[in-house]
């Protein structure tokens, strides 16, 4: 079958498959946020705030009928980091989301102190209203750029998570050696960075090898769809081992009465690798799906825009 012929099969799919067929698929908002479109989708019992799409990627998802829950897979191994330090007093996080993570800290552990770095107002307002993000003194939000808040904080911090994404890019001046080692001088004795890299990405090698230049004896923890890694590196350069991490973390679950069992994510521990490039065969297959999913978004903004705009304008 030629290229042009799948083309067109493509094309033909969209046209049937661009309405939402998932159960409970609802738009429950849509806002430009200076920084890529922003969306708020319901799908049954789970809710998701995406970039750039209805269906683009999960930036983050919470259960509706508990919020308490860790429906993302990253979440759940970058609380895995919390194993890694000696202590978790102060928390720092570059780059918001919905907050899921901070979140999780702020109910779970009352003594530790947040702060949270998000460059769009937006994309805040949106953690507030539709994902429960907290109002409270020990979990403070600043609107800035990352890089700039690391490079004037005088705060010292056990754990530190990089996590900043946009659907445009990979931010390159929050993920290149200069950054990560003004994020290593910001960590305590005993302290650790933890970053999630989306596999998928171009940039993700080079982000880790910079990574790995600045924090040594990484550990590296791996989503079941093979599409994050979440890395650790530890103030020190030293890393314990897989059991006593293990350990460490299936007491954190019974200390803070997670909803899941931290140990058993810390035994999904990973070489820190990324996989290899894909075979030519296998990039014709990536680059045909790429294009479906740009036909798919287009022809489904084309088709449903007019519903877009009215939940923008309050209609």
């Known amino acids: 079958m030629g290229f042009a012929t799948l083309l067109v099969f493509a094309l033909a799919s969209a046209c049937r498959t661009a309405a939402p067929v998932k159960p409970g698929f609802r738009i429950v908002h849509s806002e430009d946020s200076g920084v890529g479109r922003v969306f708020v989708v319901d799908e049954g019992d789970l809710r998701y705030l995406r970039f750039d799409a209805p269906d683009g990627d999960d930036q983050s998802v919470i259960s509706l009928s508990d919020p308490a829950g860790v429906p993302m897979d990253y979440v759940r191994l970058a609380l895995v980091g919390l194993a890694h330090v000696e202590q978790t007093r102060r928390v720092l996080m570059i780059g918001l989301g919905a907050g899921t993570f901070t979140t999780v800290l702020w109910r779970s552990m009352p003594e530790v102190e947040i702060d949270a770095v998000e460059v769009s107002p937006v994309v805040y307002r949106v953690a507030r209203e539709y994902f429960g993000l907290p109002d409270d003194s020990r979990y403070r939000i600043h609107l800035q750029d990352g890089r700039a808040f690391v490079r004037r904080t005088e705060r010292r911090y056990d754990l530190v998570f990089i996590d900043a994404y946009t659907e445009q890019e990979t931010p390159a001046h929050i993920h290149e050696t200069s950054f990560f080692a003004m994020v ?132």
């Open 184 to 315: 290593r001088e910001r960590l305590v004795e005993g302290g650790a960075a933890v970053i999630n890299l989306a596999v998928e990405q171009d940039e993700e090698e080079r982000i880790l090898s910079e990574f790995a230049s600045v924090f040594a004896g990484l550990a590296c923890y791996g989503t079941d769809d093979g599409q994050n890694l979440v890395v650790v590196g530890t103030h020190s350069g030293r890393t314990l081992s897989e059991e006593e991490i293990r350990a460490r973390a299936a007491r954190l679950t019974r200390r803070l009465g997670l909803g899941f069992d931290l140990g058993r994510e810390a035994g999904r521990r990973t070489d820190c690798g990324l996989p290899a490039q894909p075979s030519s065969e296998s990039s014709k297959v990536t680059n045909l799906t790429a294009l479906w999913k740009t036909i798919t978004r287009s022809m489904y903004l084309s088709l449903f825009g007019s519903r877009v705009n009215a939940l923008e304008s309050g209609s």
